[in-house]
């Protein structure tokens, strides 16, 4: 473990909870320019620490790195311990980023209780940092829920007509999915220790600990049908995040009600913690239980990619139509990562990040024109390109981003997920390339009867196109967009440590589970054949 | 350094273009010389350069092998196993390489390309000057995508550039958005190619899951390598998927509706994107990746049969067409098949020799019917034209070139590469290539129908449209006009190299004895892999008797001229086309049908539009309805429940707990008496109570 530069961390995690500190005691309500100032800083200065990790995370190091390891409640082996790989470092980015961009949108968007709004906004921030940061299973756990309080608040007040029930749906959804991941935490941790002689569980004898790194040990000790249990546990806490198939409907009416912000963050990052609790915990930590789920996460994944994109195309509301759109694409991702192989799980990640940049992007378009028109009905808009030029071109590359075309991130973060799909399974490929071929439908469908056409509706006709602050918070993700999308290099490099690792741990399962992929006795002279086959092509 | 080590500025110069059009001159509301010159020299660079860095190459390497140009390395996906239980690196670069089936793609793409860049100078004149600098962003955008595309090394940087020009054949066809059905045909093509590009991708994984790369030079070499049928039933596979690439691509039948539609777009872009250069990728594709379909003849049979039937299929559509761009658009469709047909039946350098003649008279012909429309007014509609020969001589006489080079009669470019399809075709027949002769000969003669067809329905548009009397009123007549230089001058080279191309590149050196005349094949034999894997491609052939080949030209130069004669009888000797138009009262069925293009469209707008439509809706009501019903409906359940658990806590519990206090309550009432503090009574209890226990304690002992 790495402890150089590990104030970094703590800065990055807690610089949001000392300006909102900062605006509760020393803003005065009514003083909306300072308060908006104060928040943008706070969420810049946030992102500026950020971007240091970017350069200082070694690839070659040790796993965790920038690691702070103190004491926190001793007795039970609780700890405040911090610490990333390049996997945390790249979502820590995405959130510093749409962090301040969720900010900087929010100028005009929001007019009353600024001061609460901002002050919720920048304690998300720390929740979702604390998330990415924690290595000690009961930080993680406290800065998950941390994150639901003030997401409950910004939808249930900032939100839209139907906006409690919203509020409540999404609070409700998550906590029983927080609790039961709880549980699994607290299964793991006594079989770690002593066990729980009251429900017959034993334990390892092992001094009690929280701590992560330091679980994965013990993983391959875990027997399977324990795994399963605690797999479930946390499958349904994730699944909900993610949102998976049947568990996502609590996001379309989160998203519509939520603020443009609350939508960009929501999407962007929030959906991010279940396919970042996959990743982190559930397949290095219950490898054989793994091993078992993925025939079915990978059907679920299947039918969250085409029934997403149905369901999506038949959408009137521009924003309910984005919310679908996530989850198929969060079923890319979670087939990639199930594919279990290194090119399923980077794609997975890097789609991880795409979907962050191209949906929050997408988040934000919706809300720029919702703030002009106080209207998401595709049927209200037609011919808007004619009025609002550089945001059609703008909505344009973005659309086309969404929907996997090369030279912009989402083909390369989808053609790495279906490439390891296909070597999984190859029909899982076969089925899931459909949602492409329908993504590229509802999007285009969407983007023509909004912009194209002729400008018929009076409403539409003054519009104003973007303004320069406007512009600067979609750039950005534009910038990134076509980075990913022709030199996705730096990005792979820094997840390739964590996929190595992850897939190591896989492969602890225990034999009778093994991976299609695993090499086993009697392919070792295929192996042989094509080593042979390749030396004779080279020369 | 040599231009060919830095053959990836080929597409970038136009990149470039695309990028300071579009971001500076449009967004400044630059004026149009200043796109002009934008244009014309990120197109005019890609010309000289790509034509510098293929002779330099030419002359200075081995043009047997692909010179491979790595840019950088692109995507690396780590190690994956592969479908023959092995694992391999997914390492995808970006690199260009030269060869002779990239030369040859990239010397005609450059030229056509610049010259309707030039054509379009003229052509766009009236646009405004915002519309003007978008429209040369999305051409010079195009010409970098079509070069990734004919230059990219490996399967995924020729996918780049093929959805690449996907795109900007979507933002072409919709230039004029305001005009809904414009947009809409630009939304057909792209989703269209989708559905092909569903075959494409699943090729691509199949490809690196048999082979572990992605390459087109180690595929071509492992492919090479291989003894006996191991790899047969994969080559068919990623054959028949690649080919659905194709079919999406190029227009064939099931996917060719969009094209017809894409004649929405400008005109110059019709004749670049959609008849010379980015239809035809799908020839290119398969011709280049000719290694699998060599090992596979049930791919080779399902090219040759799609081809073979899209040529005549929409060569009949053409016959009763009006819209002159229509005509030319299933002309095209047509054109694409006998380039299939060519490739299925292993004669890839004959389709890739059509692809480049058909490139310039195809082209002529677009640009023609453009400067014809420019000077109608926008008219698109043939019977609203004729006699226009002598308003504009010039466009008049390139475009009767390119029709007859089209038309297949001799020694025009059309003849050569059609003639060498069609012997080609005859040849698989002939020798019973794959044990399919039957098939092939079939298919021949339905490419011999559509040849006469073909030569029928261009003379019926050249008579219709230059010969007899203006139709189109007065007023428009007055504005007929020979086009500007811009215009006329790409017209006059693509109709020279109608007639030269032919011969210089692929003279039919067969019918002379002289088979090394014939350069094209000569130059890319080395790029086709044998058949079934053993040794080069037999470049000539002599499977066929030479008199036998005489004799085939002759057939297929009657068959055209019998069009030719036709199409003179019925609508050139006859200005009111009483011929035509009483067969269209004889049969009217016949003639419904192909004026509406079999009900093509309609069909699939009941089916799989209306249906996919349909199937989304219906998930959205069941998300509605049954998924976030349950979720609901545990929510009225909860909430029920602790609604009558509230009540029985209120009427229930509370009611108990109530009660113990009331009965506590009134029974204190009374025992509140004892204690009125008395101490004689409290004693007198004490000793009754002390008794009581004795004799309690006494009793039962």
């Given at each position: 473990?790495?402890t150089?530069?590990?104030?970094l961390?703590?800065?990055?995690?807690?610089?949001?909870?000392?300006?909102?500190?900062?605006?509760?005691?020393f803003?005065?309500?009514?003083?909306s320019r300072?308060i908006?100032?104060?928040?943008?800083?706070?969420?810049?200065?946030?992102?500026?620490?950020s971007?240091?990790?970017?350069?200082?995370?070694k690839?070659?190091?040790a796993?965790?790195?920038?690691?702070?390891?103190?004491?926190?409640?001793?007795?039970?082996?609780?700890?405040?311990?911090?610490?990333?790989?390049?996997?945390?470092v790249?979502?820590?980015?995405?959130?510093t980023?749409?962090?301040?961009?969720?900010?900087?949108?929010s100028?005009?968007?929001?007019?009353?209780?600024?001061?609460?709004?901002?002050?919720?906004l920048?304690l998300?921030?720390?929740?979702m940092?604390?998330?990415?940061?924690?290595?000690?299973?009961?930080l993680?756990?406290?800065?998950?829920?941390?994150m639901?309080v003030p997401?409950y608040?910004?939808?249930?007040?900032?939100?839209?007509?139907?906006?409690?029930?919203?509020?409540?749906?999404?609070f409700?959804?998550?906590l029983v999915?927080?609790?039961?991941?709880?549980?699994?935490?607290?299964?793991?941790y006594?079989?770690?220790?002593d066990?729980?002689?009251?429900i017959?569980?034993?334990?390892?004898?092992n001094a009690?600990?929280?701590?992560?790194?330091?679980?994965?040990e013990?993983a391959?000790?875990?027997?399977?049908?324990?795994?399963?249990w605690?797999?479930?546990?946390f499958?349904?806490?994730?699944?909900?995040?993610?949102?998976?198939?049947?568990?996502?409907?609590?996001?379309?009416?989160?998203?519509?009600?939520?603020?443009?912000?609350g939508?960009?963050?929501?999407?962007?990052?929030l959906?991010?913690?279940g396919?970042?609790?996959?990743?982190?915990?559930?397949?290095p930590?219950?490898?054989?239980?793994t091993?078992?789920?993925?025939?079915?996460?990978?059907?679920?994944?299947?039918?969250?990619?085409?029934?997403?994109?149905?369901?999506?195309?038949?959408?009137?509301d521009m924003?309910?139509?984005?919310?679908?759109?996530s989850?198929?694409?969060?079923?890319?991702?979670?087939?990639?990562?199930?594919a279990?192989n290194?090119a399923?799980?980077?794609?997975?990640?890097?789609?991880m990040?795409n979907?962050?940049?191209?949906?929050?992007?997408?988040?934000l378009?919706?809300?720029?024109?919702?703030?002009?028109?106080?209207?998401?009905?595709?049927?209200?808009?037609g011919?808007?390109?004619k009025?609002?030029?550089i945001?059609?071109?703008?909505f344009?590359v973005i659309?086309?981003?969404?929907?996997?075309?090369?030279t912009?991130?989402?083909?390369?973060?989808?053609?790495?997920?279906?490439?390891g799909?296909?070597?999984?399974?190859?029909?899982?490929?076969l089925?899931a390339t459909?949602?492409?071929?329908l993504?590229?439908?509802?999007?285009?469908?969407?983007?023509?009867?909004?912009?194209?056409?002729?400008?018929s509706?009076e409403?539409?006709k003054?519009?104003?196109?973007?303004n320069?602050?406007?512009?600067?918070t979609?750039?950005p993700?534009?910038?990134?967009?076509?980075w990913?999308?022709?030199?996705?290099?730096p990005f792979?490099?820094?997840?390739?440590?964590?996929?190595?690792r992850?897939?190591e741990?896989?492969?602890?399962a225990?034999?009778e589970?093994?991976?299609?992929m695993?090499v086993?006795v009697?392919?070792?002279?295929?192996?042989?054949e094509h080593?042979?086959?390749?030396?004779?092509?080279?020369e | 350094?040599?231009?060919?080590d830095?053959?990836?500025?080929?597409p970038?110069?136009?990149?470039?273009?695309a990028?300071?059009?579009?971001?500076v001159?449009?967004?400044?509301?630059?004026?149009?010389?200043?796109?002009?010159?934008?244009?014309?020299?990120?197109?005019?660079?890609?010309?000289?350069?790509?034509?510098?860095a293929?002779?330099?190459w030419?002359f200075?390497e081995?043009h047997?092998v692909?010179?491979?140009?790595?840019v950088?390395?692109?995507?690396?996906?780590?190690?994956?196993?592969?479908?023959?239980?092995?694992?391999?690196?997914?390492?995808?670069?970006?690199s260009?390489?030269v060869?002779?089936t990239?030369?040859?793609?990239?010397?005609?793409?450059?030229?056509?390309?610049?010259l309707?860049?030039l054509?379009?100078?003229?052509?766009?004149h009236?646009?405004?000057?915002?519309?003007?600098s978008?429209?040369?962003?999305?051409?010079?955008?195009?010409?970098?995508?079509?070069?990734?595309?004919?230059?990219?090394?490996?399967?995924?940087?020729?996918?780049v550039?093929?959805?690449?020009?996907?795109?900007?054949s979507?933002?072409?066809?919709?230039?004029?958005?305001?005009?809904?059905?414009?947009?809409?045909?630009g939304?057909?093509a792209?989703?269209?190619?989708?559905?092909?590009d569903?075959?494409?991708?699943?090729a691509?994984?199949?490809?690196?899951?048999?082979?572990?790369?992605?390459?087109?030079?180690?595929?071509?070499?492992?492919?090479?390598?291989?003894h006996?049928?191991?790899?047969?039933?994969?080559?068919?596979?990623?054959?028949?998927?690649?080919?659905?690439?194709?079919?999406?691509?190029?227009?064939?039948?099931?996917?060719f509706?969009?094209?017809p539609d894409?004649m929405?777009?400008?005109?110059p872009?019709?004749?670049?994107i959609?008849?010379?250069?980015?239809?035809?990728?799908?020839v290119?594709?398969?011709?280049?990746?000719?290694f699998f379909y060599?090992?596979?003849?049930?791919?080779m049979?399902?090219?040759?049969?799609?081809?073979?039937?899209?040529?005549i299929?929409?060569?009949?559509?053409g016959?009763?067409?009006?819209?002159?761009?229509?005509?030319?658009?299933?002309?095209?469709?047509?054109q694409?098949?006998?380039?299939f047909?060519?490739a299925?039946?292993g004669?890839?350098?004959a389709?890739?020799?059509h692809?480049?003649?058909?490139a310039?008279?195809?082209?002529?012909?677009?640009?023609?019917?453009?400067?014809?429309?420019?000077?109608?007014?926008?008219?698109?509609?043939?019977?609203?034209?004729?006699?226009?020969?002598?308003y504009m001589?010039?466009?008049?006489?390139?475009?009767?070139?390119?029709?007859i080079?089209?038309a297949?009669?001799?020694?025009l470019?059309?003849?050569?590469?059609?003639?060498?399809i069609?012997?080609?075709?005859?040849?698989?027949?002939?020798?019973?290539?794959?044990?399919?002769g039957?098939?092939?000969?079939?298919?021949?003669?339905?490419?011999?129908?559509?040849a006469a067809l073909t030569?029928?329905?261009?003379?019926?548009?050249?008579f219709?449209?230059?010969?007899?009397a203006?139709?189109?009123?007065?007023?428009?007549?007055?504005?007929?006009?020979?086009?500007?230089?811009?215009?006329?001058?790409?017209?006059?080279?693509?109709a020279?190299?109608?007639?030269?191309?032919?011969?210089?590149i692929?003279?039919?050196?067969?019918?002379?004895?002289?088979?090394?005349?014939?350069?094209?094949?000569?130059?890319?034999?080395?790029?086709?892999?044998?058949?079934?894997?053993h040794?080069?491609?037999?470049?000539?052939?002599?499977?066929?008797?030479?008199?036998?080949?005489?004799?085939?030209?002759?057939?297929?130069v009657?068959?055209a001229?019998a069009?030719?004669?036709?199409?003179y009888r019925w609508?050139?000797?006859?200005?009111?086309?009483?011929?035509p138009?009483a067969?269209?009262?004889?049969?009217?069925?016949a003639?419904k049908?192909?004026l509406?293009?079999?009900?093509?469209?309609?069909?699939?707008?009941?089916?799989?539009?209306r249906?996919?439509?349909g199937?989304?809706?219906?998930?959205w009501e069941?998300?509605?309805?049954?998924?976030?019903?349950?979720?609901?409906?545990?929510?009225?359940?909860?909430v029920?429940?602790?609604?009558?658990?509230g009540?029985?806590?209120?009427?229930v519990?509370?009611?108990?707990?109530n009660?113990?206090g009331?009965i506590n309550?009134?029974?204190s009432?009374y025992?509140r008496?004892?204690?009125?503090?008395f101490?004689?009574?409290?004693?007198?209890?004490?000793?009754?109570?002390?008794?009581?226990?004795?004799?309690?304690f006494?009793?039962?002992?």
């Amino acid at each position: 473990m790495e402890t150089q530069y590990a104030y970094l961390l703590n800065l990055i995690c807690f610089v949001p909870l000392v300006g909102a500190l900062f605006i509760v005691f020393f803003l005065d309500k009514e003083n909306s320019r300072a308060i908006k100032m104060t928040a943008t800083v706070v969420a810049g200065l946030d992102f500026v620490l950020s971007l240091p990790l970017w350069f200082l995370y070694k690839t070659d190091g040790a796993e965790f790195q920038f690691v702070t390891k103190l004491d926190w409640i001793p007795s039970v082996g609780v700890q405040y311990f911090f610490g990333v790989d390049g996997f945390s470092v790249l979502l820590i980015l995405l959130t510093t980023l749409l962090g301040l961009i969720a900010v900087y949108s929010s100028f005009t968007a929001i007019a009353h209780r600024e001061k609460e709004y901002y002050v919720f906004l920048l304690l998300l921030q720390v929740g979702m940092l604390g998330v990415f940061c924690s290595l000690d299973f009961i930080l993680f756990y406290v800065f998950w829920e941390v994150m639901l309080v003030p997401m409950y608040f910004l939808i249930g007040v900032w939100g839209g007509p139907r906006k409690l029930y919203a509020a409540i749906k999404f609070f409700l959804f998550t906590l029983v999915g927080s609790v039961l991941m709880l549980i699994g935490i607290l299964a793991l941790y006594f079989y770690n220790s002593d066990g729980m002689a009251a429900i017959g569980l034993p334990g390892l004898g092992n001094a009690p600990t929280f701590s992560i790194p330091s679980l994965y040990e013990i993983a391959p000790q875990v027997p399977p049908e324990l795994q399963f249990w605690i797999f479930l546990a946390f499958f349904v806490g994730f699944a909900i995040k993610v949102p998976m198939f049947p568990f996502h409907t609590w996001l379309p009416d989160a998203h519509v009600e939520a603020p443009t912000a609350g939508s960009v963050i929501l999407a962007g990052v929030l959906l991010k913690m279940g396919t970042y609790g996959f990743i982190r915990l559930s397949l290095p930590l219950l490898p054989d239980a793994t091993i078992k789920a993925v025939g079915w996460i990978g059907w679920l994944s299947i039918v969250a990619i085409i029934y997403g994109a149905l369901v999506a195309m038949a959408q009137k509301d521009m924003k309910k139509l984005v919310a679908y759109s996530s989850v198929s694409h969060m079923g890319f991702i979670t087939l990639g990562m199930f594919a279990l192989n290194e090119a399923g799980l980077r794609g997975s990640i890097l789609q991880m990040l795409n979907h962050g940049i191209s949906t929050g992007a997408l988040f934000l378009l919706v809300g720029l024109i919702y703030e002009r028109r106080h209207n998401r009905m595709i049927s209200e808009y037609g011919g808007i390109a004619k009025v609002m030029p550089i945001y059609a071109m703008f909505f344009l590359v973005i659309t086309l981003s969404s929907i996997g075309l090369p030279t912009l991130n989402g083909f390369i973060g989808e053609f790495l997920i279906l490439i390891g799909a296909f070597a999984h399974k190859w029909w899982w490929a076969l089925f899931a390339t459909s949602g492409i071929v329908l993504g590229a439908g509802y999007m285009l469908w969407m983007y023509q009867r909004v912009f194209f056409g002729e400008l018929s509706n009076e409403k539409n006709k003054g519009l104003k196109d973007l303004n320069l602050r406007e512009q600067w918070t979609i750039i950005p993700l534009i910038i990134l967009a076509f980075w990913i999308g022709l030199y996705p290099k730096p990005f792979l490099d820094r997840m390739a440590p964590t996929v190595d690792r992850v897939m190591e741990r896989v492969a602890t399962a225990r034999p009778e589970a093994a991976l299609p992929m695993v090499v086993h006795v009697s392919a070792v002279d295929q192996h042989e054949e094509h080593d042979e086959a390749a030396t004779e092509h080279g020369e | 350094m040599s231009f060919y080590d830095l053959i990836w500025l080929v597409p970038l110069f136009p990149l470039a273009g695309a990028l300071i059009n579009g971001l500076v001159t449009h967004q400044l509301g630059l004026k149009k010389s200043v796109a002009n010159i934008v244009a014309l020299i990120g197109s005019g660079l890609a010309l000289i350069w790509g034509w510098a860095a293929v002779l330099q190459w030419y002359f200075t390497e081995d043009h047997t092998v692909s010179y491979v140009v790595k840019v950088f390395s692109w995507i690396s996906g780590g190690d994956l196993p592969l479908l023959s239980g092995g694992t391999a690196p997914l390492e995808v670069a970006a690199s260009y390489q030269v060869d002779p089936t990239s030369a040859v793609m990239v010397c005609f793409v450059t030229l056509v390309g610049f010259l309707i860049h030039l054509y379009s100078v003229g052509y766009m004149h009236s646009e405004s000057d915002k519309a003007y600098s978008r429209y040369f962003s999305y051409l010079n955008l195009f010409m970098f995508a079509m070069l990734t595309l004919v230059l990219g090394s490996n399967l995924l940087v020729l996918f780049v550039g093929w959805e690449g020009v996907g795109l900007c054949s979507y933002l072409l066809i919709g230039f004029y958005y305001e005009k809904e059905w414009c947009a809409s045909a630009g939304m057909k093509a792209f989703i269209v190619n989708r559905i092909g590009d569903f075959g494409f991708l699943l090729a691509i994984f199949f490809t690196f899951g048999w082979f572990g790369t992605l390459e087109f030079s180690e595929l071509f070499a492992v492919l090479s390598q291989h003894h006996g049928d191991a790899l047969v039933g994969a080559a068919t596979i990623i054959g028949v998927l690649l080919f659905i690439g194709a079919i999406g691509k190029s227009a064939q039948i099931p996917l060719f509706v969009w094209l017809p539609d894409a004649m929405a777009g400008p005109t110059p872009v019709s004749a670049l994107i959609h008849a010379a250069t980015m239809v035809t990728a799908g020839v290119y594709m398969v011709a280049r990746c000719n290694f699998f379909y060599q090992l596979s003849p049930n791919a080779m049979l399902v090219v040759a049969v799609i081809g073979g039937v899209t040529a005549i299929f929409a060569a009949t559509i053409g016959l009763t067409q009006n819209d002159i761009k229509k005509v030319l658009a299933y002309s095209t469709v047509s054109q694409l098949g006998y380039m299939f047909l060519a490739a299925g039946v292993g004669a890839y350098i004959a389709a890739i020799f059509h692809v480049v003649t058909h490139a310039f008279f195809k082209a002529c012909l677009f640009l023609g019917s453009g400067s014809v429309i420019h000077a109608c007014g926008g008219e698109q509609d043939m019977r609203k034209m004729g006699g226009l020969k002598k308003y504009m001589p010039k466009t008049y006489w390139t475009f009767l070139i390119a029709t007859i080079a089209i038309a297949g009669i001799p020694p025009l470019a059309g003849f050569v590469s059609k003639d060498a399809i069609l012997a080609k075709a005859f040849e698989a027949g002939y020798t019973d290539l794959n044990g399919f002769g039957g098939a092939y000969y079939g298919l021949w003669i339905l490419g011999l129908c559509g040849a006469a067809l073909t030569a029928f329905y261009m003379f019926r548009l050249v008579f219709m449209t230059f010969d007899g009397a203006f139709r189109g009123g007065e007023e428009a007549e007055h504005h007929l006009h020979e086009s500007p230089w811009t215009m006329t001058l790409p017209l006059q080279v693509l109709a020279f190299g109608s007639v030269i191309g032919g011969l210089l590149i692929g003279f039919p050196g067969i019918l002379f004895h002289k088979e090394n005349w014939n350069f094209i094949e000569g130059f890319m034999g080395p790029m086709i892999l044998g058949a079934h894997g053993h040794g080069a491609a037999h470049a000539g052939g002599h499977a066929v008797s030479f008199g036998l080949e005489w004799a085939l030209v002759g057939l297929s130069v009657t068959v055209a001229a019998a069009g030719i004669l036709v199409a003179y009888r019925w609508y050139k000797t006859d200005p009111e086309f009483s011929i035509p138009n009483a067969m269209a009262e004889r049969f009217p069925f016949a003639y419904k049908l192909l004026l509406n293009k079999y009900w093509v469209d309609e069909l699939y707008d009941a089916t799989i539009i209306r249906g996919t439509i349909g199937l989304a809706r219906f998930c959205w009501e069941f998300d509605a309805r049954v998924v976030d019903g349950v979720v609901n409906g545990t929510r009225h359940v909860t909430v029920g429940t602790s609604f009558l658990s509230g009540i029985f806590d209120l009427k229930v519990i509370d009611g108990i707990v109530n009660l113990i206090g009331t009965i506590n309550q009134t029974a204190s009432r009374y025992f509140r008496r004892l204690q009125v503090g008395f101490t004689q009574g409290y004693a007198m209890v004490m000793v009754f109570g002390a008794a009581l226990l004795l004799a309690v304690f006494f009793i039962s002992f």
